[in-house]
């Protein structure tokens, strides 16, 4: 199994910045790409940005411009860094890795627990 830990959730004001990290863990498993998601009370869980091994991005249209990803190939970390956030981008942000642990045949999705962000206007 692959383990996805979150960190830098929490309160930021209308136009402030925030700063998300996860870290995969687990016992001999191959990455091939991490990203990140977001749910709203009501909403299904929508795409924000994922990076794949190869370094292409993908940004929902919603964070283009606002939103950058990167990972730590090494330490199979992923960054998300959210620029001049809104009320809107208040979700709980999901990790999300795409891995292929030592005790399976073909790769599966691995979910972080989630971490709340609430920007204030």
């Known amino acids: 199994q692959v383990q996805l830990a979150e960190s830098g959730g929490g309160l930021v004001h209308t136009g402030g910045s925030l700063r998300l990290s996860c870290v995969a863990s687990?016992?001999?498993?191959?990455?091939?790409?991490m990203g990140w998601y977001r749910q709203t009370p009501g909403k299904g869980r929508e795409l924000v940005a994922h990076?794949?091994?190869?370094?292409?991005?993908n940004y929902a249209d919603s964070v283009k411009g606002g939103c950058t990803i990167s990972r730590n190939y090494a330490e199979n970390t992923v960054h998300l860094q959210m620029n001049s956030l809104k009320p809107e981008d208040a979700a709980v942000y999901y990790c999300?890795?795409?891995?292929?642990?030592?005790?399976?045949?073909?790769?599966?999705?691995?979910w972080g627990q989630g971490s709340q962000e609430t920007v204030s206007s």
């Open positions: 999300n890795a795409t891995a292929l642990p030592s005790t399976r045949v073909t790769p599966s999705d691995f």
């Open positions: 990076i794949s091994n190869n370094g292409d991005t």
């Open positions: 687990g016992s001999r498993f191959q990455v091939y790409r």
